[in-house]
């Protein structure tokens, strides 16, 4: 079956206390991205990975970073979260070049205190 | 800023009827439009995918592109309950996305 992964699915932290979400895929997809979802703000993008070793910005990369050391993972780190980082985080994959290919991740939800 | 506008709703349609959902974009050169699908709690799902100025039907899903006026719909016709969900617009390669409309569709 073809999927997205994440874990932890809910996590409750404190401030300044590094964290890191997986994400994995199954599809041999080249580009993986994540997002972060708040009320009346929809999606938006943090990070993203055409291939392995290659990751760009997104829209609101402050506060975080990504690796994509494999083709399958691409792992989100907050180095030192703030309640602002507070929200839902999704990981999506798709075929470089094909964006009707996307798939979601079931989504983080993330409570910074 | 490259922006994705959505009415944010709710939009509240009776069973049966043509659901219809807008969303505009900025960015004059944009090529790619995508509509998902996201129920409560759940990530969204790719439901429509439109390229080139027109329409776009998928039974009962009709996307609609008009480049000129950078605006991009999505008719759901005979709407059901299950259609209840937020709708969201994306936009381009890199996915730029609308803040979605919440649809209720009533029985």
């Known amino acids: 079956e073809a999927q997205v992964t994440q874990n932890p699915r809910y996590l409750i932290t404190v401030t300044g206390k590094k964290l890191t979400v997986t994400c994995s895929q199954n599809m041999n997809h080249e580009y993986m991205s994540w997002y972060r979802q708040d009320p009346g703000l929809g999606l938006r993008q943090i990070y993203y990975s055409m291939n392995v070793e290659v990751t760009d910005k997104g829209d609101v990369p402050e506060g975080y970073k990504v690796s994509r050391k494999e083709k399958r993972n691409f792992p989100l780190i907050l180095e030192s979260p703030s309640p602002n980082q507070t929200s839902l985080y999704f990981c999506a994959s798709r075929d470089r070049g094909r964006q009707e290919t996307q798939y979601f991740g079931p989504g983080t939800r993330l409570l910074v205190l | 800023q490259k922006e994705v506008e959505q009415n944010s709703g709710p939009l509240s349609v009776p069973e049966g009827a043509i659901a219809s959902l807008n969303c505009t974009y900025s960015?004059?050169?944009?090529?790619?439009f995508f509509w998902y699908r996201q129920y409560s709690g759940k990530s969204p799902e790719l439901i429509m995918f439109?390229?080139?100025?027109g329409d776009k039907e998928d039974g009962r899903f009709t996307a609609q592109l008009n480049k000129a006026s950078q605006y991009v719909s999505l008719l759901i016709r005979d709407s059901q309950p299950s259609d209840s969900a937020t709708y969201l617009c994306a936009v381009d390669n890199h996915m730029r996305f609308g803040a979605g409309t919440r649809l209720t569709v009533k029985p």
């Open positions: 439109i390229y080139s100025n």
């Open positions: 960015d004059r050169g944009s090529q790619s």
